[in-house]
């Protein structure tokens, strides 16, 4: 049983979660940062690059998502499930942030993001499988990754883009703490190998968004 739930209701509840995650429109419980603050107009290609680097974060939360669920449930005890589930509702303020960021710049999400979601969920099932000491060491080292990767947008966007900024700078606060949180939690150091794979696949996920 997971939370009082059989394993078959906790797939379908995955499932849901994944097609809101997909195709539907998910809604943040914290206000976008920087909402409703005067921001100067981007020229086209400063609006290029935004959109780009923003779908590039926005499939980070898609796999995001997929991370956590799946996580959720493959965890053998359910302090480590909430805690997976509650990282999962703080990445859904993210997800929705860069979609209203993605419109707001007149862009569009990745065309891949199905792809993206069924491979970042196998992921976080086999990291489930073995055990909670990697699999909360998978999230230590994804979200330094993120983190890395994030700083890497902040000095690439466009200086006058302050609504994609601090949006940037919220997701690296919030990615720092699920790192601190997890590796509190007892979080394994992963070998070098997958470490390094991880940032094989990531390069390839990024590269890929930023066009498609």
């Not at 499932?15 to 981007?42: I, Y």
């Not at 690059?49 to 499939?59: D, E, F, K």
């Not at 862009?107 to 990291?127: Q, T, V």
């Not at 994609?164 to 720092?176: G, L």
Request: aromatic residues 4%; hydrophobic residues 50%; proline residues 4%.
């Amino acid at each position: 049983m997971l939370g009082g739930m059989s394993f078959a209701d906790a797939l379908l509840v995955a499932a849901d979660n994944g097609l809101r995650t997909l195709f539907g429109r998910v809604h943040a419980s914290r206000p976008a940062p920087a909402a409703g603050a005067a921001a100067p107009e981007l020229d086209a290609d400063e609006r290029e690059l935004a959109g780009a680097l923003m779908r590039v974060n926005h499939v980070g939360e898609v796999c995001a998502q997929a991370l956590y669920q799946a996580q959720a449930l493959t965890a053998r005890s359910p302090a480590l499930r909430a805690q997976m589930q509650r990282a999962a509702r703080e990445e859904t303020d993210h997800l929705a942030w860069t979609q209203q960021r993605l419109d707001e710049l007149g862009d569009h999400a990745s065309r891949l993001n199905p792809l993206w979601y069924a491979g970042a969920f196998g992921i976080g099932l086999l990291a489930g499988r073995f055990g909670d000491r990697v699999s909360l060491g998978f999230v230590v080292e994804t979200e330094r990754q993120v983190e890395q990767h994030l700083a890497g947008h902040l000095e690439r966007l466009p200086a006058r883009d302050t609504a994609s900024r601090a949006i940037v700078e919220q997701m690296m606060v919030d990615e720092a703490r699920h790192a601190a949180d997890a590796l509190a939690a007892g979080g394994a150091e992963l070998p070098l190998p997958v470490r390094l794979l991880m940032r094989v696949a990531a390069k390839v996920m990024t590269v890929t968004a930023h066009r498609v």
